[in-house]
């Protein structure tokens, strides 16, 4: 299995500019997470969905930030317009929903940089 | 109170050395607990469940306390690839959607020669 993967793995980008993270969570998992982690804060969850649904966002900062799941395979965190507070790292995890032992895997994470 | 607390360190010990970690939770209502393991730039990874009757993985023992609503883990003859931040994640809910998870801000651990 390949994991979770996300792309880009860097991203450097000027104030005001869209951004736009992307993530394939494993084959056959059925529930997927976007979290933030910066030294300050530590991991954030910003927005979960289950079977492509969003559950749960209140964790997303503001209106510039946005989730999408279109497909099983694929989910995109858009934040528009950016500024330099968004600077960190973003990470996406999965995890099968009735696997019972709720275990998340995560990407190797998106390093965003607002310059 | 923080959902999940832990103690940031740094936890600086010697190779060969025994070290414990401890994690406490707020909500008695937690239903899985885990260990994760993040290297410096790199994702958090799953180190090990924490079960009610504790549980052990070679070096590495995970204990659950509900009635004091903490979680430690021990490692025994730490290494240096011990190196690393270790996240303590509770799950507060079982049903309703309630697969999110609460990760602590982690506490470091250097294991030196």
């Known amino acids: 299995d390949a994991g979770v993967i996300q792309s880009p793995r860097h991203e450097v980008t000027e104030m005001g500019q869209e951004v736009t993270l992307r993530c394939k969570p494993i084959s056959g998992h059925n529930s997927l997470f976007w979290y933030r982690q910066t030294m300050m804060r530590g991991l954030e969850l910003l927005i979960y969905f289950n079977n492509n649904v969003p559950i749960d966002d209140s964790g997303m900062p503001e209106d510039r930030f946005s989730a999408k799941m279109p497909n099983a395979s694929f989910s995109t965190l858009k934040i528009q317009p950016s500024e330099p507070r968004d600077s960190a790292v973003y990470f996406c995890?999965?995890?099968?929903?009735?696997?019972?032992?709720?275990?998340?895997?995560f990407g190797a994470g998106t390093r965003l940089s607002v310059l | 109170r923080k959902e999940v607390e832990q103690d940031p360190g740094p936890f600086n010990v010697p190779e060969g050395a025994t070290v414990a970690f401890n994690c406490t939770y707020s909500n008695s209502a937690s239903q899985s607990f885990f260990w994760y393991r993040q290297d410096c730039r790199k994702e958090p990874k799953l180190l090990m469940s924490?079960?009610?009757s504790g549980n052990e993985d070679g070096r590495f023992t995970a204990q659950l306390n509900r009635a004091s609503q903490y979680i430690s883990l021990l490692i025994r003859d730490s290494k240096l690839s011990d190196s690393a931040t270790y996240l303590c994640?509770?799950?507060?809910?079982?049903?309703?959607?309630?697969?999110?998870?609460?990760f602590g801000t982690g506490t470091q651990l250097k294991v030196e020669l």
């Open positions: 995890a999965s995890s099968d929903l009735g696997g019972g032992k709720n275990i998340q895997y």
């Open positions: 924490v079960y009610s």
């Open positions: 994640v509770v799950n507060p809910l079982l049903t309703g959607g309630g697969n999110k998870l609460t």
